[in-house]
C-alpha cells in the first residue's frame, strides 16, 4: 500500500492553483464520500476478479458505514493522491499513506489506523544479506512513495530504479535487472506468502504508521473519521478486518498507539 514520498513541489503548486475550483468532491451528494486509492498495491488494496478489495478498502468500508455513508471510489497513480487531494478531486485517500512530517504540512490524518514500515525484498538465494549490503546494487522503488527519498538520503550508493506500479519493482527483482525492491512491509510480505523465491530482509528499514489523508480545510470529515475508526475499534471490526488480512502475530501489533 503501497508508501509512499512527497509531491514534487510543481505538482504540489498546481494543485494548489485549482484547490480553490469547485472540484468532484464538491459537486457531491453529502452523503456520499468519494474516496482515492491506488489499487495496485496487495494486500492493502487490489483488484481481485474485476473487484476492488484489500485491508484498506475493507476498513474504508467499515468506516463510512460507522459514519452512515456510501463510498464512490476513485483510482488514480499513488504518486497523484496528494496533489488530487488539495486540488478537491475527491474527498480523502486511503492508499498505504505513511504519516511523515512533509505531508502533514500540506494535508491532515486521521488517527493511524495501521502500523507498517519499509523493508526489501530480495531473490531467495541473494547474497544480500543485510541492509547495508544494499550500497551499490540496483534497487528498485515505486515513484512518489517515500522509498524513494528514504534511499536517496540513507543510502546515497544505491542506485535506484524507479517505476510506476509495485508490481514493476517485484518483476525487475525477479528477472534480475534489479538486486532488490524496497517497499511497505504488509506488500513484501505479501508477495513472498504468495511468490516462492522471494525473502524479505529480516531488518526493516524504518517503522512507520499509516494514516487517512484529508484536507486541512475539512477538519470535521477527519474528526468523524477517527470517531468511526473509534467506534470499529471498540466494537470488534477492526480487529476482525485486521485478521482477515494478516497473520495473528501481525494482528497483535497492527494498531500503532
Known amino acids: 500500500m503501497k508508501l509512499k514520498n512527497l509531491v514534487s513541489a510543481a505538482s504540489l503548486g ?22 482515492a486509492t491506488d489499487a495496485t498495491f496487495p494486500p492493502m488494496e487490489f483488484v481481485d476478479k474485476g473487484q476492488r478489495t484489500g485491508f484498506d478498502v475493507d476498513i474504508m468500508n467499515a468506516l463510512a458505514k460507522a459514519m452512515g455513508k456510501q463510498i464512490q471510489w476513485t483510482d488514480i497513480d499513488f504518486k497523484g ?13 486511503i492508499s498505504a499513506i505513511y504519516i511523515t512530517p512533509e505531508r502533514a504540512q500540506v494535508v491532515d490524518f486521521t488517527q493511524p489506523y495501521f502500523a507498517g514500515g519499509l523493508s526489501a525484498l530480495v531473490k531467495a538465494d541473494s547474497p544480500i544479506k543485510t541492509l547495508t549490503d544494499l550500497n551499490g546494487k540496483k534497487v528498485t522503488v515505486q515513484v512518489g512513495t517515500k522509498s524513494v527519498n528514504f534511499l ?23 528477472i534480475g535487472r534489479a538486486d532488490a525492491a524496497v517497499t511497505g512491509k504488509p506488500a513484501a510480505w505479501q508477495f513472498v506468502r504468495t511468490r516462492p523465491g522471494f525473502r524479505v530482509l ?9 494514516g487517512i489523508a484529508v484536507r486541512k480545510d475539512e ?31 501481525t494482528a497483535a501489533t497492527a494498531n500503532p498507539k
Open 81 to 93: 493522491l496528494i496533489p488530487g487531494l488539495i486540488a478537491h478531486r475527491f474527498d480523502a485517500a
Open 152 to 174: 536517496r538520503d540513507n543510502y546515497p550508493q544505491v542506485q535506484r530504479v524507479e517505476v510506476e506500479k509495485n508490481q514493476e519493482m517485484f518483476d525487475l527483482v525477479g
Open 14 to 35: 498546481i494543485a494548489m492553483m485549482i484547490a480553490g475550483s469547485p472540484g468532484i468532491a464538491a459537486a457531491q451528494d453529502a452523503n456520499v464520500l468519494n474516496i
Open 219 to 249: 477538519p470535521q470529515l477527519r474528526d468523524q473519521m477517527n470517531a468511526a475508526l473509534a467506534k470499529i475499534k471498540a466494537d470488534g471490526t477492526y480487529d476482525a478486518i485486521v485478521k482477515k488480512w494478516f497473520s495473528a502475530s
Open 202 to 210: 529480516d531488518k526493516e528499514l524504518t517503522t512507520e504508521a499509516y
